[in-house]
């Protein structure tokens, strides 16, 4: 387990780190290399790791969620006693089956949900149910629901787990967002009003364009007519002076 510990820290120091997973880590059923160093915890995971006894867990006061399910744990709870702002506990797929082992949870005056998965001989769910929400007046989530059999509403639990604490958070996530929205709508806008500017000196230059094109046209028809004249005028010459050959020819002048 110390090498799995290690491993998780990567270099970092025990008392800045705020999650730390061992789950499926090879342990002889007792926690070793988990110290009150690691003050700053705020999630632990220990799933699947063969533990058979909490007698080593250390003073974790910040801790908040907690999972030891699927190991091999049959009492023990009391230690945990010192996790005193512990929110959410997932102890199911254990070997509890006495519904007096979660006495020494009523001391956890912050645990709101716990996953435990209790089958005690005798007693039907419901019975059982009940007798654990009022063991623990505090719980309002028992296996994923409340009292009434309400399943909890997924909105409330980010994807670590735990409740949602401060919705000025993503308040203000919601103003940055409106205030990033008005700036686009902005940008927009200029955007728009340098298209349009853009569009009307193009037609005006376009214009330009258009008119001279016009005067050019306007001005080859005229040269195009002078240049008809001009032919006629050489034209009427020559038939001039081939009359008077033929005169010539006939002998009448």
């Not at 250390?58 to 969620?65: A, E, V």
Request: glycine share 8%; hydrophobic share 25%.
């Amino acid at each position: 387990m110390d090498k799995r510990i290690n491993l998780e820290l990567r270099g970092r120091q025990p008392s800045k780190l705020k999650e730390l997973d061992l789950s499926g880590c090879k342990t002889g059923g007792e926690i070793e290399g988990l110290t009150e160093e690691f003050e700053s915890l705020e999630f632990l995971d220990f799933s699947n790791s063969n533990i058979t006894n909490l007698k080593t867990f250390p003073k974790l006061p910040n801790l908040r969620k907690l999972d030891f399910s699927g190991n091999r744990l049959s009492k023990g709870l009391e230690n945990l006693k010192t996790c005193t702002n512990l929110k959410h506990l997932m102890i199911s797929r254990n070997r509890f089956r006495e519904l007096d082992i979660l006495e020494p949870l009523k001391s956890l005056e912050h645990l709101t949900h716990l996953d435990v998965g209790i089958d005690i001989p005798g007693v039907d769910q419901p019975q059982l149910r009940l007798k654990v929400f009022e063991l623990l007046p505090n719980l309002q989530y028992l296996d994923g629901y409340d009292i009434d059999g309400n399943e909890e509403d997924d909105d409330a639990v980010i994807p670590n787990g735990m409740p949602r604490l401060d919705d000025d958070v993503s308040d203000g996530d919601d103003e940055l967002e409106d205030e990033e929205g008005e700036e686009e709508e902005e940008d927009d806008e200029d955007s728009d009003e340098g298209e349009g500017e853009t569009g009307i000196e193009a037609r005006y230059v376009n214009g330009v364009v258009l008119q001279e094109d016009e005067d050019d046209e306007d001005y080859n028809e005229d040269a195009s007519e002078d240049e008809d004249d001009e032919v006629e005028e050489d034209e009427e010459p020559e038939q001039s002076t081939r009359g008077k050959k033929r005169k010539l020819d006939d002998g009448t002048v």
